[in-house]
């Protein structure tokens, strides 16, 4: 671990370890100390960070715990204590023997038959793939499986958890499943200054009524039981602190009963505040029993007696509880049905709705997909049954392939890749046929993006399903300018000569001033020297990376040009979706990510007005500088020369100072 890296570590350490000692929430106390194990691992484990086989008595296949920046903790996913079901048989490695045995290798049949199993991390599905092969025959499959897994079977989980599986439609997924809603509305407790509110109602101004009619008519008997039974509510009723306030109208009366009682003489002072007191109250509201005065109790009283929302979420996560908590919800409207005639609060609602079951393009017009990322979350799903369609076991292979896409990626260097799903020796072991469905899942997947989140840039989840689908072409991640070689891989090549052949003369080329053959023949030395040949540094790096996604428009020409996806409402309508992305970033106070997101969504936004058959982009244009006149000085600022140089370059002059969103100084 070089110093940076262990900056960086040592720095989420403190952060964690300050959370787990001062936070007043327990739940996030315990989630604080758990990052703090987790990172202390990181920092005393001597990992090989950087690597593809960062701990070494793992290989490269195997699913490592990784924590944030991609560092290796040391500790298997697959491993740790043993899961409930493997806990039978006493150790792991008899799990595993056992599931070799006539009778595990029958438990393993009847799962594959039913579908009743879980994955939870890919090498689960290990020995359900050697069942799968024994039963068709391929023993030599079987057993190289087998040889790879085996002398990890002590350490690591092959067998899958028994369970009832999931039923949706290929298409259909969700951001939570019920019962992770349910849970969330489960844990509600009631808001401490509502709860304060409505003791006050129920309580205190009842009591404070009692001690009014009193001091109209004292008499001392009927005061040693208001004390009494004040003393009983104040032991009781901790919400509201209201009556121990001095200048509180309950607080004078009943101290002066107190002191009545008591036989002590009332000051000057006091009989003042008391005289005040029952003036005040019987002014305002009237006096007890009057018909005001009763109407208003009256109404503050129903007012109290409406249910909370930590009430009305309780009622709701019961319903999510009759669901399968694994599946989305269908009919979110049914879930938040009033409780007794009471409307469900729009906060409430919002936990159920982010659990609803749907088509991609249902949940992106609903709202609950917002961003590319989430897009990019759900994707997985639609891509594990067009991959595992040339598999002996679709729902097996579909199965293993989401749960490898939960892997979480681990810092690189030197242009290593990933681990890749073909490298788990039970998929390598496999001979499927050619998938069937991956252009169009492909073109599905980009007009999802291109129509729903104009302005964004292309997730790396997201371009990694893409990938999947289209292997042939060009698919390229976005680059960590702290840790940027200079280089640019292959792929990166292959995209700058696509987006060539798609922009060449067009509004893009021309607005960017690019190059395409300097691009072809050196794209890093052409990158380097479009970038001011910046010396070794982030700013430097990220500068040097910006260039790259200008000349590879960072797969927007593999999607236009290669797979054919394009905006549902055209190329002019998603121009105009990405410069309102670029609008609402100006809008907000001024950052290196803020500027860095704005040249993100303005560069979408040229691109879509250059692909070729759009049409003449000069009233778009003119469109960008009327809704700039409007907004914000802020905005105008940060726009407004480039919607004019764009406008200009459109009429046919040169470009050459485009809005970046790296500066090197």
Not at 62 to 87: C, I, M, N, Q, Y
Not at 288 to 296: D, F, K, V
Not at 564 to 572: F, I, L, M, N, V
Not at 590 to 602: F, N, T
Request: charged share 20%.
């Amino acid at each position: 671990m070089d110093k940076a890296q262990a900056g960086y570590v040592t720095g989420q350490l403190a952060s964690a370890f300050v959370t787990a000692a001062t936070h007043e929430d327990p739940a996030t106390r315990q989630r604080a100390e758990e990052r703090v194990r987790r990172w202390s691992l990181v920092l005393s484990g001597g990992h090989a960070h950087g690597s593809r086989t960062p701990v070494k008595e793992f290989p490269a296949w195997v699913t490592l715990d990784v924590a944030r920046g991609g560092f290796a903790t040391g500790e298997a996913s697959a491993g740790g204590p043993l899961r409930p079901h493997e806990a039978r048989f006493g150790s792991r490695a008899a799990a595993f023997a056992h599931a070799l045995t006539d009778a595990g290798l029958a438990e393993l049949h009847a799962m594959l038959d039913s579908g009743d199993y879980r994955i939870d991390v890919p090498e689960q599905g290990a020995l359900l793939v050697v069942a799968s092969l024994l039963r068709s025959g391929d023993r030599a499959a079987a057993l190289e499986v087998l040889e790879a897994i085996g002398p990890y079977a002590d350490r690591l989980c092959f067998t899958p958890v028994p369970d009832r599986p999931v039923v949706r439609a290929p298409d259909v997924v969700w951001r939570a499943g019920a019962g992770e809603a349910a849970s969330q509305l489960a844990a509600r407790t009631e808001n401490p200054r509502i709860a304060a509110q409505r003791e006050a109602l129920t309580v205190w101004n009842p009591l404070a009524d009692a001690f009014l009619t009193l001091w109209l008519d004292f008499d001392a008997d009927r005061a040693r039981n208001l004390i009494a039974r004040y003393r009983t509510l104040a032991t009781k009723h901790k919400h509201s602190r209201k009556h121990l306030r001095r200048k509180e109208n309950l607080y004078i009366l009943r101290t002066a009963a107190e002191h009545v009682v008591a036989g002590r003489d009332l000051t000057p002072r006091h009989t003042g505040l008391l005289r005040v007191a029952i003036a005040s109250m019987t002014a305002k509201r009237g006096l007890p029993g009057s018909p005001g005065h009763t109407a208003l109790r009256t109404a503050q009283a129903r007012q109290a007696a409406k249910p909370g929302h930590h009430v009305l979420a309780h009622a709701v996560s019961t319903r999510l509880g009759a669901l399968d908590p694994r599946t989305g919800v269908s009919d979110v409207d049914a879930i938040c049905a009033p409780v007794d005639g009471v409307p469900v609060p729009e906060p409430i609602r919002r936990v159920v709705r982010r659990a609803t079951a749907g088509t991609i393009p249902e949940l992106i017009a609903a709202r609950v997909v917002p961003s590319a990322e989430v897009l990019a979350r759900l994707t997985p799903h639609i891509t594990s049954v067009v991959e595992a369609s040339g598999y002996a076991d679709p729902a097996l292979m579909a199965a293993v392939y989401r749960a490898f896409r939960n892997r979480r990626s681990l810092l690189l260097r030197d242009y290593a890749h990933q681990v890749r799903i073909g490298e788990l020796p039970w998929v390598a072991a496999q001979k499927p046929a050619r998938p069937t469905g991956r252009a169009e899942t492909a073109w599905r997947l980009g007009t999802y993006y291109l129509t729903g989140f104009p302005g964004t840039i292309t997730p790396s989840p997201l371009v990694t399903e893409l990938a999947t689908l289209s292997p042939v072409h060009p698919w390229v991640e976005e680059l960590a300018a702290d840790i940027f070689m200079g280089g640019f891989t292959p792929k990166f090549r292959k995209a700058a000569a696509l987006a060539g052949e798609l922009l060449d003369g067009s509004l893009y080329q021309r607005y960017y001033d690019i190059d395409w053959k300097w691009a072809a023949a050196d794209l890093a030395g052409y990158c380097r020297a479009r970038a001011g040949q910046p010396r070794a540094s982030t700013a430097g790096n990220g500068a040097i990376i910006e260039q790259g996604q200008i000349i590879t428009t960072h797969n927007l020409a593999t999607l236009a040009y290669a797979v054919g996806a394009e905006p549902q409402d055209g190329w002019h309508a998603a121009a105009d979706g990405a410069f309102g992305t670029a609008l609402r970033i100006a809008a907000r106070p001024g950052s290196l990510r803020a500027r860095k997101d704005i040249a993100y969504a303005w560069r979408q936004a040229i691109f879509f007005l250059s692909v070729p058959g759009t049409g003449d982009p000069k009233e778009t244009i003119a469109a960008f500088h009327d809704r700039l006149r409007s907004g914000p000085e802020r905005v105008r600022e940060r726009l407004l020369p480039a919607v004019e140089e764009l406008g200009q370059v459109a009429s046919g002059a040169r470009g050459g100072s485009p809005l970046l969103g790296w500066v090197v100084r």
